[in-house]
């Protein structure tokens, strides 16, 4: 090769590389100049490992994982909502309040953000985003994100500046974490078709995109105090690649990909990450056009979409893309057949569930209740120990299973490709690299829902051991009184009926969480007390259990309950407990109250105040004014009040005797997307951390406020 021929050889690799660090960089559909001509070896690869992530992305499962399943992805794939930012203020509560609070309409615009266009700058921004966050409640739709975001660039859609893609799930990572690794070997156990590179110093001359899915379940200690590492071929802990990688000491170059749902997205240093996203799931026009994707009979998929709408907590649900396919499988199977259409979450779990039970058996025709119930308690003993695999996780919000988690709950390791072969649409199997296996359910409220009728059977058949955790310390009659002996108590005798007592237990205990991570555990389990539901279960119950009279006591003690301890979001989940034992008399009186003018000086309960709060926070219009003070009330039913001022463009808060937590609720709305544009705080005696909270809002970039009242 000559002297200009090799010039030539290196202006053109130097050249190429410049155009590609560009915000505009070069779009080519095939690899035809640079570094691919001069680099034969690095180009085969590259159409290897493409070739490689198709097969592995190109299908999407929906819950079902088992051979011929599969639906290709694009021919399924609903566009989600992305969002620029976070909804900081809300990471902190259950998931389903973060999800209801994205469905309520906005009182500002958001700025949507395209898939594929995360590592852009907005416009008017100029930075160089090199690691981006995106958050996001489980099933909202991340890892379907990440699929999408492959296979666009695998097929040339987007991102042809990019040379690399290299997904390394945390699930996956969780399997690997006490090996050591270079980055190199570490790729080459992940992706075996890069073997012809030699070292991974290639990667240096490479756009190379690392995508990190699922932050929340992580196992690896992620300690960004220590782990530092600059060398692609040093040898070190997969911890300190992670670290390594996420701060930019080493391959500073890449660009950084993290998914998480929202209570773990914190583990990242904020310092390491340029961009915060948001996935809010399906907007109210992508719900329909999932729906009308997945249902090819026009007509039927017009009133199911019709029947979600008529119930606005299954609406709510539908935001995410999980749940759309749950009613979707539940509605088409109902919709012609029977007029009892699920109305409640719990109805809707209960139907599902039969559904899946009633795949299983290839001989199952008649439909008959009596086959039902055989169904049920032929699969009784898989569905209960499922059932206490989700409760005993339910605690630390464990999503991922492992055999030694499987173990723990007294499940045969060798049985779990049964169980999950029974349930693949609730519970599921996966191999990650090296055939090793790990388990999951399908959703976090499907796994809330096994735990609640795992509980409630507990409780019927007197299973002390399982029920600890729900014994609050106050039915104990003595300090030192034992745990057997409390438990007893609360669940009497076999001629006395204490499920009221057991249920306020179980009330109790949830609203002592800080995040609400039983809210949607105890409206199941609410729901799963009504007569008619067990009667829907009967099989995977011992008996039908004769409630109505402890339903309408714990309706009574949930309407009567005055704590001031409690949190607005807590109170208003009983609410939704309410409904699902069919209880909407509080409702009622609300409505009564909202529509007769007259009774607009009628003083109003704690509870009533609860009532209205959720009537509000309900309702599909964007609100003008919030006057706090008009409402005749105690400053407690004003403090239950509060979180309604999420869905209103102005706040009149004056003279209302505002505690810290209600700074915390206005500071919470003042760092949403969703901000006021008004705020009224005047004579309030605001103490230091109740102001420190407030500025924390005011700072927040999502804060649109115009006029602010101070006296």
């Not at 009667?535 to 309950?561: D, F, M, P, T």
């Not at 009532?611 to 004014?625: F, G, I």
């Not at 500071?667 to 407030?694: C, F, I, K, W």
């Amino acid at each position: 090769m000559t002297d200009s021929q090799e010039l030539g050889k290196a202006f053109s690799k130097k050249w190429f590389l410049f155009q590609r660090k560009l915000n505009n960089p070069i779009r080519i559909p095939r690899y035809t100049g640079g570094i691919f001509q001069t680099d034969p070896v690095l180009r085969r690869v590259i159409e290897k490992h493409k070739a490689s992530l198709k097969r592995r992305f190109e299908n999407i499962s929906e819950g079902i994982i088992k051979p011929g399943a599969e639906t290709p992805l694009n021919k399924i794939y609903t566009e989600l909502y992305i969002t620029e930012g976070e909804s900081e203020g809300v990471n902190k509560e259950h998931e389903v309040w973060q999800v209801e609070s994205a469905s309520r309409p906005g009182t500002t615009e958001d700025t949507p953000i395209n898939c594929n266009d995360i590592f852009k700058p907005l416009p008017g921004q100029e930075k160089h985003i090199r690691t981006v966050m995106t958050k996001g409640v489980a099933g909202i739709g991340k890892t379907v994100s990440v699929q999408k975001f492959i296979l666009d660039w695998i097929d040339g859609v987007a991102n042809q500046n990019v040379d690399f893609m290299f997904p390394l799930p945390f699930r996956e990572l969780n399997l690997v974490r006490g090996d050591q690794y270079s980055l190199h070997k570490l790729l080459l156990d992940f992706h075996p078709e890069l073997k012809e590179l030699k070292d991974g110093e290639e990667y240096k001359d490479c756009q190379v995109v690392f995508i990190f899915d699922g932050l929340d379940e992580s196992r690896l200690p992620l300690d960004f105090q220590q782990n530092i590492i600059s060398d692609l071929k040093q040898t070190s802990s997969v911890d300190v690649l992670m670290t390594s990688l996420i701060q930019g000491t080493l391959l500073h170059s890449a660009h950084i990909w993290i998914t998480s749902r929202p209570a773990a997205a914190s583990r990242i240093p904020a310092q390491c990450i340029d961009q915060m996203t948001e996935v809010r799931g399906f907007n109210d026009p992508q719900k329909e056009e999932y729906f009308r994707k997945r249902i090819s009979d026009e007509s039927q998929a017009s009133r199911i979409i019709k029947h979600i709408k008529a119930s606005r907590s299954l609406h709510i649900m539908c935001h995410i893309p999980v749940f759309c396919w749950i009613a979707a499988t539940v509605l088409q199977q109902m919709l012609d057949k029977t007029k009892d259409i699920p109305k409640t979450l719990t109805e809707m779990f209960i139907h599902f569930l039969l559904i899946q039970t009633r795949r299983q058996d290839q001989k199952y025709q008649s439909g008959t209740e009596t086959d039902q119930e055989k169904l049920l308690k032929s699969q009784k003993e898989i569905l209960l120990k499922l059932g206490k695999l989700a409760f005993k996780n339910l605690e630390n919000g464990n999503l991922m299973f492992y055999e030694e988690d499987l173990r723990k709950c007294g499940i045969d390791v060798s049985e779990a490709s049964v169980y999950s072969g029974m349930c693949t649409e609730i519970f599921k199997e996966e191999y990650l690299f090296h055939q090793r296996k790990v388990y999951c359910f399908v959703h976090l409220s499907i796994q809330e829902f096994l735990a609640a009728v795992f509980v409630f059977h507990s409780y019927v058949t007197k299973n002390l051991e399982a029920l600890k955790s729900l014994i609050s310390e106050e039915h104990r009659d003595e300090p030192n009184q034992s745990i057997s002996a409390s438990l007893q108590s609360v669940l009497g005798s076999q001629s006395q009926d204490h499920l009221h007592v057991f249920l306020k237990s179980a009330v109790n205990e949830a609203l002592k969480s800080r995040n609400g991570h039983l809210d949607l555990f105890l409206r199941f389990l609410m729901g799963i007390s009504l007569e008619s539901n067990q009667r829907l279960l009967e099989g995977l119950l011992n008996h039908k259990h004769s409630s109505s009279q402890s339903v309408k006591e714990i309706c009574q003690y949930i309407k009567k309950l005055n704590r001031k301890d409690l949190s607005p979001e807590r109170c208003i989940n009983l609410f939704h407990c309410l409904f699902e034992m069919k209880d909407h008399s509080m409702h009622k009186e609300i409505k009564k109250y909202l529509e007769s003018p007259k009774n607009i000086k009628q003083k109003l309960s704690p509870a009533h105040c609860s009532a209205l709060a959720h009537m509000l926070l309900m309702s599909e219009e964007v609100l003008d004014e919030f006057d706090l003070k008009k409402y005749n009330t105690s400053d407690e039913g004003r403090r239950r009040l509060l979180p309604a001022v999420r869905c209103y463009r102005k706040a009149r808060l004056a003279e209302c005797t505002l505690t810290e937590k209600s700074c915390g609720i206005v500071a919470t709305v003042l760092q949403s997307p969703n901000s006021l544009t008004e705020l009224d705080l005047s004579n309030n005696v605001l103490r230091d951390s109740g102001v420190q909270l407030l500025s924390n809002g005011l700072f927040s970039p999502h804060c649109k406020l115009k006029p602010l009242r101070l006296v």
